[in-house]
């Protein structure tokens, strides 16, 4: 059974919207740091956004002032709003602990965007 299965990912335009979510087994979300992660095709897996237990945020320069990160401690979720998307924010998206859990890493979600 995956411990974190990401959603919302698609096809949208250079300056369109998404938001991402992603739904932990258990408690895991409530009782770690969490992030999301992107892999863009031939590069690394890079963290793009981060949230403490308390809430606090942190965000790759990229995507800051576009990206917003948040959790939902009664749902064991953990969502990342995207807006103004670029191009180059075309990758699969994922969730994880921050720092990573190697056995949690899921599937991802695809985000394309293109027009």
């Known amino acids: 059974q995956a411990q974190l299965v990401e959603s919302g990912g698609g096809l949208v335009q250079p300056g369109g919207s998404l938001r991402l979510s992603c739904a932990t087994a258990?408690?895991?979300?409530?009782?770690?740091?969490m992030g999301w992660y992107r892999q863009a095709a031939g590069k690394q897996r890079e963290l793009v956004a981060s949230?403490?237990?308390?809430?606090?945020?942190n965000y790759a320069d990229s995507v800051k002032g576009r990206f917003t990160i948040s959790r939902d401690f009664a749902k064991n979720s953990v969502y990342l709003q995207m807006n103004s998307l670029k191009p180059e924010d075309t990758a699969v998206y994922y969730c994880?602990?921050?720092?990573?859990?190697?056995?949690?890493w899921g599937q991802g979600t695809q985000v394309t965007v293109s027009s």
């Open positions: 994880n602990t921050n720092p990573p859990s190697w056995g949690y």
């Open positions: 258990g408690r895991i979300s409530s009782i770690n740091a």
């Open positions: 949230i403490t237990i308390g809430g606090r945020t």
